[in-house]
């Protein structure tokens, strides 16, 4: 299997996770005389087993990014690079935000508000931000389907 091929069950797993947990949710109790729409017990089982399922998923992937060579260093040191370029990049751009607002002055007494920052260089940079991420993340995604997942033995 693919690393992006188990990236893809993660997010299925997790998403079968959540969609258990409201079921088991809505049986958890029900009116005296009642059933419950799903037995609980065989809900839990499927939760248990989709759970370990994840638990496996995610071992490989994490063994499979920490060993995985990206130019000089791993898939690993890639993936937190990718993920503070888009911090950086979001909090450039909401401070272009917050300094481009505009207010609407209906008289001379009405409080006028400026830029403390150079929004057409902080938007630069944004758009330098968004740049490096776009192929930083083109780069890794290819890896991802190039790169074999690396299995790990199934410890409960």
């Known amino acids: 299997m693919k690393l992006a091929e188990a990236l893809i069950l993660r997010a299925d797993c997790q998403k079968r996770i959540a969609?258990?947990?409201?079921?088991?949710?809505?049986?958890?109790?029900v009116q005296e005389g009642e059933q419950p729409a799903e037995n609980p017990e065989t809900l839990l089982s499927e939760l248990d087993a989709a759970i370990a399922q994840l638990r496996t998923l995610i071992q490989q992937i994490n063994q499979t990014n920490a060993r995985t060579a990206f130019q000089n260093a791993t898939l690993s040191d890639a993936l937190a690079e990718r993920e503070t370029l888009q911090m950086q990049r979001n909090v450039y751009s909401n401070l272009v935000d917050a300094a481009s607002i505009r207010q609407e002055?209906?008289?001379?007494?009405?409080?006028?508000?400026?830029?403390?920052?150079?929004?057409?260089q902080?938007?630069?940079?944004?758009?330098?931000?968004?740049?490096?991420?776009?192929?930083?993340?083109?780069?890794?995604?290819?890896?991802?389907?190039?790169?074999?997942?690396?299995?790990?033995?199934?410890?409960?």
């Not at 209906?106 to 929004?119: D, G, H, N, Q």
């Not at 890794?140 to 997942?149: E, G, K, M, S, V």
């Open 105 to 120: 002055r209906y008289t001379r007494s009405e409080v006028k508000f400026f830029s403390t920052v150079a929004i057409a």
């Open 19 to 29: 969609q258990l947990q409201q079921r088991l949710l809505r049986s958890a109790k």
């Open 122 to 156: 902080i938007q630069n940079q944004v758009d330098r931000l968004s740049r490096n991420y776009r192929e930083l993340d083109a780069q890794i995604q290819a890896l991802n389907w190039q790169t074999d997942l690396i299995e790990v033995s199934r410890e409960t």
